[in-house]
């Protein structure tokens, strides 16, 4: 009796595996959805989607079904867009189309449909405006930001220096620096390197980064309807969100008390004046939740993103002395050691503006791109598109393109560089996304790359505390984003 019920256990399996097999076949192929590998039921392509290293695994996927095909990630359909033809035409070619930001479990669930970074529809792109005027009129893209860069770099500096040599782990460091910044600008004021509240926040926002990364954080984005209800890891990446948000939370209860509307000082100064002039209208975006949730926004993706990238950059420059000793003597030859660095230093310094885009471009930070979706069914290339179906734009596809980046998988500057010298410009750069969902910090992210690294490395020389060729520049973890090793190095000064 029990070998007859676990054969009867095997046909049904078997038997709902032919009927997905069917059933995908009748959904993909031309005028229908792009075609793909086949699904297992429930599971869809686990078996070859390996959530350790996602762009990889679509890579070798994308080899055999071209450019546009469908994936599984647990029971859900993802059309995938791998190549920079096909990515710059559905996100700035045809960007009103595929401007909706797609299905992110572990981001919806945070944010409940609210904010910059999850959100859709009409509250989405009321936000968006609001907060880009709001981050230019507070600078961003200005002289008056730039200023601000160079003044937290003062301490920054001040941190290494007290260093001394001795081997340290830059993470926090750099963390608390490029924090700083977006701080000033939406909190109005910067927190010490010391402050231990501010060092918590630092590492609820590696840890988010981290988890969003592990295995179980893919596990959560394929298989989230089940995984709401399971207990495991997973579940602590929500207690870091709501810790970052109440840190948010008691920021503008400050900001209320102290708020003088005729003299906004900051962004969440702005929001709160922009909710007293719609408080009549019932609908309006503008509300306390919002405001929580899109400060939020733009604390973790003004902080993490940006000091990743320089954390990375880092390790790069570890691994290759030689680049780091030609970027310290075009400074030296540039911009000397009697003034700091400035943003309009960057046109002269072709080498250095080749690293810092080298960097942006070799650790593919965001290697799939955040999600997108269509709002109705939409014709591309030879497929339909069904309407709320999620699309990964892979932007790894894009800056590790081996015809426009020769061999693409070395670290090499000369991928942005002129036969002369000069620097070479790369309409394949799109480390940042691109069309209506490019990231609103663009402009403020590049110009913190670039400053702080050359900053530091006007005044040190960076030594790793093992062989440089021992050095693993390989991320840890490659999920939707990369994370760096941990690594020490020394800062030696000049």
Not at 124 to 135: G, K, M, P
Not at 176 to 196: L, M, P, Q, T, W
Not at 406 to 425: D, I, Q
Request: aromatic share 10%; net charge neutral.
């Amino acid at each position: 009796m029990e070998l007859l019920g676990a054969a009867t256990v095997v046909l049904l399996v078997c038997i709902a595996c032919l009927l997905s097999i069917v059933a995908w076949r009748g959904r993909s192929g031309k005028g229908k959805m792009p075609p793909g590998p086949a699904p297992l039921p429930i599971l869809g392509n686990m078996l070859q989607v390996k959530p350790k290293n996602l762009a990889k695994t679509l890579q070798k996927i994308s080899e055999e079904y071209g450019p546009v095909f469908t994936v599984h990630l647990g029971s859900d359909p993802v059309v995938v867009l791998y190549g920079h033809d096909v990515v710059k035409e559905a996100l700035v070619d045809r960007a009103d189309e595929f401007a909706a930001r797609g299905h992110m479990p572990i981001g919806d669930r945070a944010n409940n449909g609210l904010g910059i970074i999850f959100s859709n529809n009409e509250e989405w792109l009321q936000v968006r405006r609001f907060a880009l005027t709001t981050l230019r009129n507070f600078g961003m893209g200005k002289r008056s930001i730039e200023e601000k860069i160079q003044e937290e770099t003062e301490y920054l500096l001040e941190e290494i220096t007290k260093t001394k040599g001795t081997p340290f782990d830059p993470t926090f460091m750099l963390s608390c620096s490029v924090s700083n910044i977006i701080c000033s600008i939406i909190f109005g004021k910067r927190y010490d390197y010391k402050d231990k509240k501010f060092l918590s926040l630092m590492n609820n926002m590696n840890n988010i980064f981290e988890m969003m990364n592990s295995h179980w954080g893919q596990l959560y984005q394929m298989f989230s309807k089940f995984m709401d209800y399971l207990p495991g890891p997973h579940n602590k990446i929500f207690k870091e969100f709501d810790d970052l948000k109440a840190f948010v939370s008691e920021e503008v209860k400050t900001h209320k008390a102290s708020l003088d509307p005729s003299s906004p000082q900051d962004f969440v100064d702005c929001f709160l004046n922009k909710m007293q002039e719609e408080k009549e209208h019932p609908n309006s975006s503008f509300h306390e939740k919002n405001l929580i949730t899109s400060t939020f926004d733009l604390f973790i993706a003004g902080t993490e993103t940006t000091s990743t990238t320089v954390r990375y950059g880092l390790l790069l420059l570890l691994k290759y002395p030689k680049i780091q000793e030609k970027v310290q003597e075009e400074i030296d030859r540039v911009v000397g050691r009697s003034r700091r660095p400035c943003a309009a230093d960057r046109t002269q310094m072709p080498y250095t503006d080749a690293v810092v885009h080298e960097i942006q471009r070799f650790i593919s930070l965001v290697p799939l791109g955040l999600p997108h979706t269509v709002t109705k069914d939409t014709c591309f290339r030879d497929y339909v598109i069904p309407k709320g179906t999620t699309i990964f734009p892979i932007l790894d596809s894009v800056l590790h393109d081996s015809k426009e980046f020769p061999n693409p998988n070395e670290f090499n500057p000369g991928h942005f560089l002129k036969e002369n010298g000069a620097f070479r410009k790369s309409e394949f750069f799109m480390p940042f996304s691109a069309g209506k969902r490019i990231c609103p910090g663009e402009g403020l992210a590049r110009m913190e790359i670039f400053l702080l690294l050359a900053t530091i490395l006007q005044n040190f020389t960076l030594k790793p505390v093992v062989d440089p060729q021992k050095l693993n520049i390989t991320p840890t973890l490659s999920g939707t984003g990369n994370v760096p090793p941990v690594y020490q190095l020394c800062a030696l000064p000049r």
